[in-house]
């Protein structure tokens, strides 16, 4: 187990996280290693090693340090970037090019440039207005570079409205009508600087039910056989997404087999019958990584009692290094850290130190009793928490460590009041 209590203190893969917490400074995020490997080799048994030419994406954005990079690239993973800023945080890793795909509805021509010229594995293209800018780009760099059409299956998937993408009305992708979508396919086919290799969806996040993946097969299936009536052509590659739920509070998280078995059946059977060979099948997950791996230390400091109405316990961080309860009405569970064995039967409702009402990270939930000066331990926070974290209310962004079996390494320092604002300058006519 990654949560332990000893002597009432909660562990966190072999780590005190009351030293963790002395040492490192609140907040602080903490990863465990141990849990990261866990899920990665429950995703390589039921699909890269199950299946061959398969691979799967880290899908960056969810937790983008340089030292993930490193740890994924260790496990023999790609990943995927959404930026220049993560292309080049990976790059600066050591990670190999080949093995980086890059997304994104609004591509920078800067962006574009950089991954072409690093010789980068996929461009997944979100149109035919791209393919241009790429096919130029190309051209005068005297490069060539492989690609995929991010589509827009249609299907409708049951998770918060931001983070639900498949649809047709969506900013992301492609839509299927052939008056837009063969013309592109035609243009890419035909191509003599890009290698069109075949078609992307991703359908949202944070996704308990299989049916809207599946769902979007059937479509894609189709769309490979139209693509192949129409020019001859054989798609080579296909990639699934992500978008796999984790356990924030009461969900249970469905083994990664039972999204991906279905789909991969579905896929191989598909090919077999009609005796061509199927594509290559890639998919790209993100949270369902790194989500149940992070955590968040904070220090415990006002606690308000609204006679009759609410008790407010304040924490020294929120929506600053985790915006999710803001944006999403995301809901997460917690514990007093040095007080684990102790009853949770205190009802409260835990908030930041910003000055937002929304600044709630937890409410009316059961804790141990709390005082000024405990250690609040908030569980799930490892993806979409720091890496959507800003300065709101000038608050540095907190350090994260990387702990497994009792050990612990830096992985990212924690910003000082300077890091802040270094890049700020007085008005010439105010100095
Ligand atoms: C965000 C994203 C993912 C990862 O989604 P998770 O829900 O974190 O698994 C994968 N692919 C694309 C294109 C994305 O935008």
Redesign the pocket.
């Known amino acids: 187990m990654i949560e332990q209590v000893k002597e009432g203190v909660l562990y966190y893969d072999g780590c005190n996280t009351i030293e963790l917490a002395e040492k490192f400074g609140t907040p602080l995020y903490v990863y465990s290693e141990t849990d990261i490997l866990n899920k990665i080799n429950e995703m390589k048994e039921c699909f890269t090693d199950k299946y061959e030419r398969t691979r799967i ?1 880290y ?1 960056a ?2 937790f983008g340090v340089m030292g993930i990079f490193r740890l994924m690239e260790r496990e023999g993973l790609c990943i ?1 970037v ?1 930026s220049g800023g993560e292309l080049y945080t990976a790059i600066k890793a050591g990670f190999p090019p080949e093995r980086i795909e890059f ?2 509805n609004n591509k920078q021509i800067h962006e574009l440039e950089m991954a072409i010229e690093y010789g980068i594995g996929r461009i ?1 293209v979100d149109g035919i207005e791209e393919l241009s800018l790429i096919e130029d780009i190309c051209k005068e760099k005297s490069k060539e570079i492989s690609i995929l059409y ?1 589509i827009t299956p249609g299907v409708r998937s049951d998770s918060h409205d931001y ?1 639900v ?1 498949g649809k047709k009305d969506s900013q ?1 992708g492609m839509p299927l009508d052939d008056h837009i979508l063969m013309p592109a396919v035609d243009a890419a086919i035909k191509s003599e600087v890009v290698d069109f290799k075949g078609y ?1 969806f ?1 359908l ?4 308990f039910d299989n049916s809207s993946h599946l769902q979007a097969v059937e479509i894609l299936l189709e769309l490979i056989e139209k693509t192949k009536d129409k020019f001859g052509f054989e798609v080579e590659e296909v ?1 699934l ?5 984790i356990r924030y509070t009461t969900e249970v998280r469905k083994p990664f087999s039972y999204f991906l078995e279905p789909m991969m059946e579905r896929i191989e059977e598909y090919f077999k019958d009609k005796g061509r060979i199927r594509p290559e099948v890639v998919i ?6 790194v ?1 149940e791996a992070g955590m968040t230390l904070y220090t415990v400091g006002n606690i308000k009692e609204i006679e009759g109405i609410r008790k407010y316990v304040a924490v020294n961080g929120g929506m600053p290094d985790n915006i999710r309860p803001a944006l999403y009405q995301a809901k997460y569970r917690g514990i007093i850290a040095n007080k684990a064995s102790v009853e949770a039967n205190d009802i409260v409702t835990v908030c930041g130190k910003c000055c937002e009402s929304g600044d709630v990270l937890m409410r009316d939930v059961a804790l141990q009793k709390a005082e000024r000066g405990d250690v609040l331990a908030v569980f799930t926070t490892g ?2 928490g720091y890496s959507m974290a800003s300065n709101y209310n000038k608050n540095p962004i907190p350090a994260v460590v990387l702990v497994k079996d009792g050990r612990t390494e830096l992985m990212v320092k924690r910003q000082s009041y300077d890091d802040m604002i270094k890049n700020e300058l007085i008005p010439e006519s105010m100095r």
């Open positions: 994406a899908a954005k969810a995927d959404v997304n994104g997944i991010r983070i993408t992301f992307h991703h949202g996040s944070q996704l990639n997404g992500g978008g796999f739920g790209e997950p993100g949270r369902s990584l989500g993806a979409y």
